[in-house]
């Protein structure tokens, strides 16, 4: 079984919000060496809606928002490609190379895994928390940011029982953000 990779952007008080973190171009070119190492995102449907309107390339005209940077345009091109699958009870259909899967979580997820020959990459903060509790998570990356946010959402809240972590890798970006690598201890 290849692995589920779990990779969040975190302020030093726990904020997950996007909203929250500045983005620049080394951090997206990590998020995209993530994905491009992983042969599927594995995602919920709310990190699914936000990324696709986001980063889904413009069908009619080709043209990218006004926002986004020329730096961003690797990440943007890699994630569009990307395979993914979606974990949803309330859509009915998806599309932007993605497959809704239902039935069994656990089982699910394990079957996902089985075929993949990289590994899957996960996002967001429900379906990870789930996946946490069924131990399925092979590697988890926090993206620490030095930043104070005042808000949330948080990471794990209300999970079943605690998991212990061992660092595995450490990487330092220009911003001050760092990236630590930890894998269930088991």
């Known amino acids: 079984m290849r692995p589920l990779r779990y990779s969040i952007n975190v302020t030093l008080d726990g904020c997950c919000d996007h909203r929250a973190i500045v983005p620049d171009e080394e951090l997206h070119r990590h998020a995209a ?9 594995l995602l919920g449907r709310v990190t699914y809606e936000m990324m696709e309107a986001a980063w889904r390339a413009p069908a009619e005209t080709g043209v990218r928002p006004d926002w986004m940077e020329p730096w961003m345009l690797p990440f943007a091109r890699t994630i569009d490609a990307a395979k993914k699958y979606v974990v949803s009870g309330s859509l009915e259909r998806v599309d932007w190379n993605a497959e809704l899967v239902r039935g069994d979580l656990g089982t699910v997820v394990r079957q996902i895994k089985q075929a993949s020959e ?9 379906l990870p928390k789930a996946l946490a509790d069924l131990g399925l998570i092979d590697e988890y990356e926090f993206i620490v940011h030095p930043r104070l946010s005042g808000h949330g959402p ?28 930890y894998e269930p201890r088991r």
């Open 33 to 41: 060496e993530n994905i491009a190492r992983a042969d599927a995102l």
């Open 118 to 126: 990289k590994g899957v990459f996960l996002g967001g903060l429900t």
């Open 154 to 181: 948080t990471l794990f809240a209300g999970l079943m029982k605690p998991v212990d972590l061992r660092l595995v890798s450490r990487v330092e970006f220009r911003s001050g953000a760092v990236a630590m690598r």
